[in-house]
């Protein structure tokens, strides 16, 4: 049976093969015969009236305001809008993605459109988006821009899991892979069958079905994009060993022919944790296709997969120490991937059958890739990857009879404009605005020398055509697209973003080591037996460990932000602690919430007893005022509004805790847990805020914005907690879970429910981050911190 599946996928696949196999012969044809200069040298006869010569008047002002670098996103943005370029801008962008990722034709009246509406929604959105600070990332590109679009959309359950989706396989690229590009290719693939459905579903589809179908397509192309850097990039690094990859290579050609997953067996050698998570991730993305699979795609869809990954299998592996490949070996295999990389989407999505789409997808592919190996070259040499680019440039002196792939790239661009698109104006504009802006790219990243070395390496055959290209790459302008923008931005997002982790895991490290080394309170000679027992309880309970979140937040807001000295502080950070500790000794006593267990270890009341316990939770609160009184070098009426301050929220604190346990075994409301929640958990949070604040005089307005974030902070972390409670275990938590549903104590997830939980915990996480957007200072910890809040574990 194995083999009979086995010969009809073959079959398949040599099939495609011949279709790709004709089509690249008749592009052999025009490099030939050279017919693609003269057809493409009107062309841009043509293209250059509009990018090269006279200028208006407008153009000659707009040309005095200075042009910003195309990677400085917000600006570049602003100058576009300026200088009026912006809807061009938008339209080539849009026309060019509806032709590269939707297969549409520009001559089409429908396609255009939808074009010119998708415009005008990108350029409102654009043109709002532009007032962010400096530096940030496009409100789209951040957490709470990407959850505030999927309310307005009623997909927030499919975000939710998406994004910690996307998390988690970050965690998992191995060092030796690049992470921002794997998580960017993803997040592109997710993005484009989206983009899919939405041009399928059109504007009249009723709300429900949009929302459904909107939630699959999600979860679909997380699932379809999973392969890129668990498949492609994976068997393409590195990182696992040739046997490795021979049995990956064969689970995943077994998958394809038989619907079922193989198990991997048992794996052992550094990437057997690895190995594990990909296969199982993989596993679990495949069963999601395949049971989203109409009876009438299923088939499509598996024979598309494993003509994509045959072929991406085939030219993988090549090698460059091999002279003898022919024209064919190199160049069907990678129309073939290509193309069926865009035409899975389709069955992916089980769109309806579209012959012309379908066409245009796989006469098209080959363009996308021989750019993309262009704009790689240099890097697929020092792997020794072989590529048309990298084979000619090792043989081509050699082998007269191996084509030049620069030829090869003009004479698809005139392939497609004069045979695929039947000499449509507005594709040729678009097709070559896209090529030169390569070419402008290129120049700009490896410099001008190296790039004429390409250039001349691959144009000898065609000097006049080349000379002509070359004008309209030093002169043209005009010619940036929308997605370049966002790659480039959104590349720079996630390596700022795992720089900033990174910094703010080890602030959190450095700093929590050095509370740890300041909080336990020293006995003094003389002292009474029972005094010195309470400080070993206290020092017992300090030394419990914990997070240690409060102090931190403190020395982070007070040095970092304040510019306050580490040991002007000190005293407050102990404080700090010493109440966090006092406040969790109170919440686990018997008479109160009856914990067991408290960072890992047995609570103080179940060491000693719960007198003890008592009195050592008064002791620590005697001890964080004394340590508030002991600030040195400031000024006093300064540190007295701080103790004012302390000692009106430690009364709140301890209403609320009344709140709580008042409500055992009654159903609050969502309002009412807002409230108990902010008492027991926000206020935490906003004096380790404000506490720096009025040291540092700050004014009334910032800390009345420092204390909205923190009011929305604590609430996201005090329904994470709730989560964790229903959700952990004890060896990650510290804590025994489930003692919510046991002490009958009314949380956010049983008043809400798991999902609806996790929804209020992100609607909080985005006014917290809107609150921490308007505050004068916005502290890059305070956003990791709130990441943290609600993706930790424990």
């Known amino acids: 049976m194995y083999e009979e599946i086995t010969l009809q996928a073959d079959l398949c696949y040599r099939l495609a093969e011949r279709k790709a196999a004709h089509y690249f012969a008749s592009l052999y044809e025009q490099v030939k015969e050279q017919s693609y200069v003269s057809a493409l040298t009107k062309d841009f006869q043509l293209w250059k009236q509009s990018h090269i010569g006279s200028h208006s008047l407008l153009s000659f002002f707009t040309t005095t305001i200075r042009k910003p670098d195309s990677r400085d996103y917000h600006n570049y943005i602003r100058w576009l809008n300026h200088t009026g370029k912006l809807d061009r801008f938008l339209d080539r962008s849009v026309s060019y993605i509806y032709m590269r990722d939707l297969g549409k034709s520009l001559n089409d009246p429908a396609a255009q459109t939808r074009i010119h509406q998708v415009v005008a929604d990108v350029k409102k959105h654009l043109i709002r988006s532009t007032s962010a600070k400096e530096g940030t990332a496009p409100e789209f590109m951040s957490l709470a821009g990407l959850y505030r679009w999927a309310q307005k959309e009623g997909i927030e359950a499919a975000i939710i899991w998406v994004i910690d989706k996307l998390r988690t396989v970050a965690a998992h690229i191995p060092k030796e892979m690049n992470a921002e590009h794997s998580v960017r290719k993803l997040i592109k693939i997710i993005t484009g069958v989206v983009l899919h459905v939405i041009e399928e579903m059109g504007d009249h589809t009723p709300p429900a079905e949009r929302k459904r179908r909107l939630d699959e397509a999600i979860r679909l192309g997380y699932s379809y994009g999973l392969t890129y850097p668990f498949i492609d990039d994976l068997l393409d690094s590195p990182v696992l060993s040739v046997r490795e990859k021979e049995q990956y290579g064969r689970m995943i050609r077994t998958a394809l022919l038989t619907g079922t997953v193989p198990d991997p067996g048992k794996t052992t050698g550094p990437n057997k944790e690895l190995i594990r998570f990909v296969h199982a991730e993989l596993r679990d993305a495949y069963v999601y296709i395949k049971r989203n699979q109409l009876t009438e795609t299923q088939r499509l869809f598996f024979e598309q997969s494993y003509i994509f990954f045959h072929a991406q299998d085939t030219d993988r592996a090549k090698v460059l120490a091999n002279p003898n490949y022919t024209n064919e070996e190199l160049y069907v295999p990678i129309i073939l991937k290509s193309a069926y990389s865009r035409l899975i989407v389709r069955s992916v999505i089980h769109a309806p059958a579209d012959d012309d789409i379908d066409q245009r997808t796989f006469y098209y592919g080959i363009y996308n890739q021989l750019a993309d190996d262009f704009a790689d070259m240099f890097e697929d040499m020092k792997t020794g990857a072989v590529t048309p680019y990298t084979y000619y440039l090792t043989y081509g002196g050699q082998r007269p009879d191996l084509i030049n792939p620069f030829e090869l790239y003009w ?29 402008k790219r290129c120049r700009q990243r490896v410099g001008v020398e190296q790039y004429n070395e390409i250039i001349a390496a691959f144009t000898s055959g065609m000097p006049e055509f080349n000379r ?44 929590r080591q050095q509370i740890n080394s300041m909080l336990l309170i020293p006995k003094q000679d003389g002292s009474p037996p029972m005094k010195d027992a309470l400080i070993d309880s206290a020092n017992y309970s300090l030394e419990g460990g ?6 931190i937040l403190a020395w982070v807001m007070g040095v970092d932000e304040y510019g306050l000295q580490p040991a002007a502080i000190a005293p407050l950070l102990r404080s700090l602690e010493y109440m966090h500790t006092a406040s969790l000794i109170f919440d686990d006593l018997p008479s109160q919430d009856n914990a067991p267990v408290r960072r890992g270890r047995p609570t103080l009341h179940e060491v000693h007893d719960s007198a003890t316990a008592e009195l050592t939770g008064l002791f620590l609160i005697q001890k964080a005022i004394e340590e508030q009184s002991s600030l040195v070098g400031f000024d006093a009426e300064v540190v007295m509004a701080l103790m004012k301050y302390s000692s009106q929220r430690a009364g709140d604190m301890c209403a609320g805790q009344a709140m709580d346990l008042q409500s055992k075994g009654t159903v609050l409301t969502l309002e009412q847990l807002n409230s108990i929640c902010y008492c027991k958990t926000g206020i935490a949070f906003e004096a380790s805020l404000v506490m720096p604040a009025i040291l540092a005089k700050a004014d009334a307005a910032e800390i009345a914005g420092l204390t909205k974030f923190a009011y929305h902070a604590g609430i996201a972390f005090q329904i994470k907690d709730d989560l964790l409670d229903a959700e952990g275990d004890l060896q990650v938590l510290g804590k025994p879970a489930g003692k919510d549903v046991e002490n009958n104590t009314s949380t956010f997830v049983t008043v809400l429910g798991r999902e609806s939980a996790k929804k209020e915990m992100w609607e909080h996480y985005c006014l917290a981050m809107e609150e921490l957007r308007k505050l004068p200072r916005s502290p890059v910890f305070l956003k990791h911190l709130l990441t943290y809040i609600i993706t930790r574990d424990s």
């Open 411 to 439: 004479a698809v661009i005139s392939h497609l404009i004069h045979h695929v698109y039947d000499d449509d104006a507005k594709t040729r504009e678009v097709i070559l605005d896209r090529a030169v802006n390569g070419l």
């Open 468 to 511: 002509m290209v070359q004008q309209m790459v030093k002169k043209a302008d005009d010619v940036d697209f929308f997605d370049k923008l966002l790659r480039d931005r959104m590349v720079t997002v996630l390596k700022n973003d795992r720089n900033e982790k990174q910094q703010f895991l080890d602030t959190v490290k450095s700093v």
């Open 546 to 551: 914990g997070k240690r979140l409060r102090p």
